[in-house]
């Protein structure tokens, strides 16, 4: 599933891409674009492709936030198994099926395509990017040790979709991953290395805010998980 804001300029890229990969497998898929509220005709690049895999956007009014969409198209899919990427063309769509046959498999209930694993490295971000993504990262990893995964921060993974059960999953900002790995606690983790190329076209929509509210989800983790030991003994 793919979230999209304002992203014309890769959405056509990324879903041409997407079904290429996903049309020469034997499993049954579907795209579904979770859009909210675009206006620069991002749902119209969509509609104009024709592609083999069955397309199904989803236009929200009145809410926004990549996580929050993220999750929405997870509960409106229909398959066990959901992936999460971007639509800006920062993550390799040819990587998708080897996620989702991860988890279909059964070798791990959540696939992550990590940057900081041997093999995967990041291409193209500038010193203050990578400092605060490196930041980030020693934010969160305390709350994942249990799983041992190296990119937390990661947006592009797959998930069995019942593990989402387990806890109330409430998405703040932009990192539904982080939020399930601490609440939901999926095991095994595999992660799968992978190159990550800064977005084809148009400018990070990374703000102030963003990470104002990532403090704020790392705070209401570290509750969350303390409460949890506390309730356990």
């Known amino acids: 599933m793919l979230p999209t804001y304002n992203e014309a300029a890769t959405v056509g890229h990324v879903l041409r891409q997407l079904d290429e990969v996903l049309s020469r497998e034997t499993f049954r898929s579907e795209i579904l674009l979770v859009d909210d509220g675009s206006e620069d005709g991002t749902v119209d690049v969509a509609q104009q ?119 109330s999953v409430r998405p703040i900002g932009f990192k539904l991953g982080f939020e399930i790995l601490v609440r939901c606690r999926p095991l095994p983790v595999v992660e799968i290395p992978f190159v990550f190329h800064d977005r084809l076209a148009g400018s990070s929509k990374l703000s102030f805010r963003q990470i104002a509210d990532y403090v704020w989800h790392v705070a209401s983790l570290y509750r969350f998980a303390y409460q949890r030991r506390l309730s356990t003994g």
């Open 49 to 167: 492709l024709t592609l083999r895999t069955p397309l199904r956007i989803i236009v929200r009014e009145g809410e926004r936030g990549l996580a929050s969409a993220i999750l929405n198209g997870f509960n409106a899919a229909e398959g066990r198994v959901v992936l999460a990427m971007d639509s800006d063309g920062s993550h390799p769509p040819s990587l998708a099926p080897t996620l989702i046959k991860v988890v279909m498999s059964g070798e791990a209930e959540m696939a992550i395509a990590s940057r900081y694993v041997e093999g995967g490295y990041v291409v193209n971000w500038r010193m203050e990017r990578r400092l605060l993504s490196a930041a980030a990262t020693l934010m969160a990893l305390p709350l994942t040790n249990g799983t041992k995964v190296q990119d937390p921060m990661s947006g592009f993974f797959a998930v069995d979709k019942h593990i989402l059960w387990r806890s």
